[in-house]
C-alpha cells in the first residue's frame, strides 16, 4: 500500500527510544497510511539493529544505515529523499516531540499549507524541555538571528519537527546546505519563493533516555550556516570557515614566534618553527571543523598533514613572490602583502579542499 505521509527521525544512540517512537506513531497515526524512516549514523549502541528488528514485523518501519557520516541534517535530507509518499514529516527520535500534533500537521497540508511546523513558540506551545538555562537563552539569541533573515515569518525556526509536501521537499533539496541540526531553517531560506506556512505549537518534552548530541561544535555549525544565508551562498561556507582558521594561524604563528625569540632562537628558526607549528594547528582545526563531514582519521591523518605542509608552503612561496613583484611595482606593502596573502589563502583552499580532504 502507497504511503500517505513518511516520518523521517533522524537518530544517534537512540536504541532505547526507537520502540517507543513506533508504538507512539502507531497511535497518534492510526487511520493514516504512514510509514517511520530512521536514519541512523551507525550508532554504536545499536539503534540500526533495534529499528530493524521492528521493521521484521511491521512493514512500515525502515531504516537507512549511513556509514562514515555524521549529522542530523543530511540525515534527514537522505531520509526525505527516501519517500514516495505524499508528505514528509520530520521529528526526532528521542520523544522530546509531540507526535500527537501530527495529524494536525498534515491535515493543515491537506487544506493548502505547504509547511507545518511544530512551534514551542506560539501560543500552547511550551519549551520546557530544554535541558538548561543557558540552552534557553541560547536558543532565544539563534531564533532572533535566524528570525531577522527569514523576515520574522516563522516564529520557531530552529524547531526540528515539521512537515512538509514531499515535491516541495525534492524542489529544495538541491540548495539545502545541510551542515549542522537546522535543517528547517535551511529549507525556509532556500525556497525562493515565500512558503505558506503554519505553525502548530507543541510542548518540548524533556529527554527520558539517551542524551543531546547538540555541543560546541553544533552551535558553530549554525553560526556558519546562518553566514552563509546572509551572504546568500556567494562565498562557499567552507572558504570562510578555512580562512578563520588560517587567520588564527597566522596569531600562533605570531605568538610562537615571540616565544622562540624570547628564549634566544634567532629570528630565521623562531620564524620557521612558529609557520610550522601553526601549520598543524591549522591542519587540525580544518580538519575538526571545516571538513569535519570528512574528517580523516587513523594513518591517513599524518598523509593529510603532509600533503597539508606541501600545499601550504607553495601557497606561501606564491604569497610571498606575488607580494614581492607587486612591491616591485610600487604597490603599497599593505597592499602587496595583502594580495600576496589572498592569492595564497585561495591556493591552500582550492588545493587542499581537492588533494586533502577529498570528497569521498
Ligand atoms: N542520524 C543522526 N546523525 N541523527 C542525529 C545526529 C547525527 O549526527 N545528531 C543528532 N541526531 C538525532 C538525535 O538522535 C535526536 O533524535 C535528534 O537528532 C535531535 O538531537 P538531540 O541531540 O536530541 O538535539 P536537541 O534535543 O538538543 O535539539 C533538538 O530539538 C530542538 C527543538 O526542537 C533538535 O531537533 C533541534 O534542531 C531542535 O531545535
Ligand atoms: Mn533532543
Known amino acids: 500500500m502507497r504511503s500517505t505521509l513518511t516520518v523521517v527521525v533522524p537518530c544517534y544512540n537512540e536504541r532505547a527510544n526507537i520502540a517507543p517512537m513506533v508504538a507512539a506513531l502507531q497511535a497518534a497515526l492510526a487511520g493514516i497510511a504512514w510509514e517511520v524512516v530512521f536514519v541512523d549514523d551507525n550508532s554504536p549502541d545499536g539503534t540500526a539493529d533495534e529499528a530493524r528488528r521492528l521493521a521484521q514485523s511491521d512493514s512500515r518501519v525502515r531504516c537507512i544505515r549511513r556509514v562514515g557520516r555524521r549529522g542530523l541534517s543530511s540525515a534527514v535530507i537522505e531520509g526525505a529523499l527516501s519517500s514516495s509518499a505524499d508528505y514528509v514529516a520530520v521529528i526526532d527520535g528521542d520523544m522530546q516531540h509531540d507526535e500527537t500534533r501530527l495529524p494536525l500537521m498534515l491535515e493543515a497540508l491537506q487544506g493548502g499549507a505547504a509547511l507545518a511546523i511544530g512551534s514551542r513558540h506560539v501560543a500552547g506551545g511550551d519549551n520546557a524541555g530544554l535541558s538548561s538555562p543557558f540552552r534557553e537563552k541560547l536558543s532565544?539569541?539563534?531564533?532572533?538571528?535566524?528570525?531577522?533573515?527569514?523576515?520574522?515569518?516563522?516564529?520557531?525556526?530552529?524547531?526540528?519537527?515539521?512537515?512538509?509536501?514531499?515535491?516541495?521537499?525534492?524542489?529544495?533539496?538541491?540548495?539545502?546546505?545541510?551542515?549542522?541540526?537546522?535543517?528547517?531553517?535551511?529549507?525556509?531560506?532556500?525556497?525562493?519563493?515565500?512558503?505558506?506556512?503554519?505553525?502548530?505549537?507543541?510542548?518540548?518534552?524533556?529527554?527520558?533516555?539517551?542524551?543531546?548530541?547538540?555541543?560546541?561544535?553544533?552551535?558553530?555549525?549554525?553560526?556558519?550556516?546562518?553566514?552563509?544565508?546572509?551572504?546568500?551562498?556567494?562565498?562557499?561556507?567552507?572558504?570562510?570557515?578555512?580562512?578563520?582558521?588560517?587567520?588564527?594561524?597566522?596569531?600562533?604563528?605570531?605568538?610562537?614566534?615571540?616565544?622562540?625569540?624570547?628564549?634566544?632562537?634567532?629570528?630565521?628558526?623562531?620564524?620557521?618553527?612558529?609557520?610550522?607549528?601553526?601549520?598543524?594547528?591549522?591542519?587540525?582545526?580544518?580538519?575538526?571543523?571545516?571538513?569535519?563531514?570528512?574528517r580523516l582519521k587513523g594513518p591517513k591523518i599524518w598523509r593529510g598533514l603532509l600533503l597539508f605542509v606541501l600545499v601550504c608552503s607553495l601557497g606561501a612561496i606564491a604569497n610571498i613572490g606575488i607580494a614581492n613583484a607587486l612591491y616591485a611595482q610600487d604597490a603599497s606593502s599593505i597592499m602587496a602583502g595583502a594580495a600576496g596573502a589572498a592569492v595564497g589563502v585561495v591556493w591552500n583552499y582550492a588545493v587542499s579542499a581537492t588533494l586533502v580532504w577529498r570528497s569521498r
Open 140 to 294: 532565544n539569541l539563534g531564533i532572533a538571528v535566524a528570525k531577522k533573515l527569514t523576515g520574522a515569518e516563522v516564529n520557531d525556526p530552529m524547531s526540528g519537527f515539521f512537515m512538509l509536501r514531499r515535491d516541495l521537499f525534492e524542489s529544495l533539496a538541491g540548495r539545502l546546505n545541510g551542515q549542522g541540526f537546522k535543517i528547517l531553517l535551511d529549507l525556509v531560506l532556500a525556497s525562493p519563493t515565500r512558503l505558506k506556512i503554519v505553525e502548530i505549537p507543541y510542548k518540548f518534552r524533556p529527554r527520558t533516555a539517551g542524551e543531546s548530541k547538540l555541543d560546541a561544535l553544533v552551535m558553530l555549525q549554525f553560526a556558519g550556516l546562518l553566514v552563509d544565508k546572509a551572504l546568500r551562498g556567494t562565498v562557499p561556507l567552507r572558504f570562510i570557515s578555512f580562512a578563520l582558521v588560517g587567520a588564527f594561524g597566522v596569531l600562533i604563528n605570531i605568538a610562537v614566534l615571540e616565544a622562540a625569540r624570547s628564549v634566544g632562537v634567532g629570528f630565521g628558526l623562531a620564524q620557521t618553527i612558529g609557520t610550522f607549528v601553526a601549520m598543524i594547528a591549522n591542519f587540525e582545526l580544518n580538519n575538526q571543523l571545516t571538513y569535519r563531514t570528512q
